[in-house]
């Protein structure tokens, strides 16, 4: 089975960077939708970014865009999630996932809901002080 495993996670004061990685193992992910997904305690898992297989195409929550960027290495089977101008807002446990289907990845839909990607990493806690 497909595993994920994300790294870069931290504590970072307020307007300060951190650049998180997702490595895929086991399987190629390189024609597949990545996403990343946020969830605060107490809170639900929420939408960040996702990219195509061929990174032409991406997509980002209001709340990131302008501040972060997602990226892809398919060489590395590796995403990316450069975090920049961080907020208190963004902290939260962050995970990678994966969108299994083929239709989607062809279509180059980027699904916005946790329960389209079947795949998913441990997380990386993300704590931004003010």
């Known amino acids: 089975q497909l595993q994920l495993v994300e790294s870069g996670g931290g504590k970072v004061q307020a307007g300060g960077s951190l650049k998180l990685a997702c490595a895929a193992s086991r399987y190629s992910v390189s024609q597949y939708t990545m996403a990343w997904f946020r969830q605060a305690p107490g809170g639900e898992r929420e939408f960040v970014a996702a990219?195509?297989?061929?990174?032409?195409?991406?997509l980002y929550a209001d709340s990131v865009k302008g501040r972060f960027t997602i990226s892809r290495d398919n060489a590395a089977n590796t995403a990316y999630l450069q975090m920049n101008i961080l907020k208190p807002e963004d902290t939260a446990a962050y995970y990678c996932?994966?969108?299994?289907?083929?239709?989607?990845?062809?279509?180059?839909?980027?699904?916005?809901?946790?329960?389209?990607?079947?795949?998913w990493g441990q997380g990386t806690q993300v704590t931004v002080s003010s």
């Open positions: 996932a994966c969108d299994p289907s083929v239709y989607r990845a062809t279509q180059r839909i980027l699904p916005t809901t946790a329960t389209q990607y079947d795949y």
């Open positions: 990219i195509t297989g061929r990174s032409d195409k991406t």
